[in-house]
């Protein structure tokens, strides 16, 4: 039996426990080093107030530290991202140039009393942020090429219907009267498919090629889509002009949502893609003559047997 009497290797244990850091905190340590050395949390500190009562000394810069490291956590629940968290909350906050991690009721109270002119003025410095990064875009051009070689910027405008249900609740002369929490986010709406007694809109505006976000939108119920609509249109051609490239090659892709033709005046700039509502267009003699002749081509792939047809 051989032995090694002069181990290199020196085991220390202890009867405290010691947890181990999460999985998703190296990526929040890479991306608030970048956040800290492009300026954006200092432009955060500088450009955005929220001056309110009951927040004590924290300010937005805290809050939007912890929904950060939140979103990429990728945890179910704020809950369980904050237990996960609060064996390295100060190392956590002092990524951000903070010191002290705001508690889960102060963040609830932040985000329920947010004004929407903060919103904006944070809408307003991401985009501005987006929209200087010209040089690390043109280093990866990217884009859609079509037959004739031009080249289409695409950009998705998404919008969304999220649908709630709402149990009944118990209600006589004793209790006090009822107060849902989802009543300030959400309201009656149209629900589709989705169960659910109310519904919110979200709405995301997206270059397709690089996944950039543009920007986002949320409002109750059915929302304001064509005022979203015009605002997404507005950022499409901040993006474009910041980055020289042409209107007419600018291509828009939009949902159903917007499937109406009382759209067709807010999009007019650009060229679009659309899955249309109004079903009644198909009853038009112009498109009825347009479907029933025959096809242009026909064609089949060697795996198949089966003959496709084509219309030019």
């Not at 004004?115 to 987006?130: K, S």
């Not at 990866?140 to 709630?164: C, H, M, Y």
């Not at 490239?245 to 499937?259: E, T």
């Not at 009853?283 to 242009?296: S, T, Y």
Request: with cysteine; net charge positive; proline share 6%.
């Amino acid at each position: 039996m051989n032995t090694i009497t002069d181990s290199p290797i020196i085991i220390q244990a202890t009867s405290h426990s010691v947890s181990s850091t999460p999985s998703w905190f190296g990526e929040v340590v890479v991306i608030a080093q970048y956040l800290r050395r492009i300026g954006v949390l200092a432009k955060i500190s500088e450009r955005v107030r929220f001056a309110r009562r009951r927040f004590g000394h924290y300010e937005v810069v805290d809050f939007l530290a912890v929904l950060f490291g939140y979103a990429v956590s990728g945890e179910r629940t704020l809950k369980a991202f904050y237990e996960h968290l609060h064996p390295f909350a100060p190392a956590f906050m002092a990524l951000f140039g903070r010191d002290c991690l705001p508690a889960r009721s102060t963040l609830s109270r932040f985000l329920a009393t947010l004004t929407p002119e903060a919103v904006e003025a944070l809408r307003a410095l991401f985009l501005e942020d987006l929209l200087g990064r010209q040089p690390d875009f043109e280093q990866q051009p990217s884009g859609l090429t079509d037959r004739a070689g031009n080249v289409w910027k695409v950009f998705d405008i998404d919008g969304t219907r999220e649908a709630a249900r709402q149990r009944a609740l118990p209600q006589s002369p004793e209790l006090p009267v009822c107060q849902r929490r989802l009543e300030d986010v959400c309201a009656p709406g149209y629900t589709g498919h989705k169960r659910g007694e109310i519904v919110r809109t979200h709405t995301a505006v997206l270059q397709a090629h690089s996944s950039q976000w543009l920007g986002t939108f949320g409002n109750p119920g059915n929302g304001e889509y064509r005022k979203e609509l015009r605002r997404a249109v507005e950022m499409i051609g901040s993006y474009l002009k910041a980055h020289q490239f042409p209107d007419k090659h600018a291509l828009l892709r939009l949902d159903g949502l917007y499937g109406t033709g009382a759209v067709l005046a807010d999009l007019r700039r650009f060229a679009f893609v659309m899955r249309s509502k109004e079903y009644g267009l198909l009853d038009l003699p112009v498109v009825q003559a347009r479907l029933h002749p025959p096809a242009d081509q026909q064609f089949s792939r060697p795996e198949s047997t089966l003959i496709r047809t084509h219309a030019l």
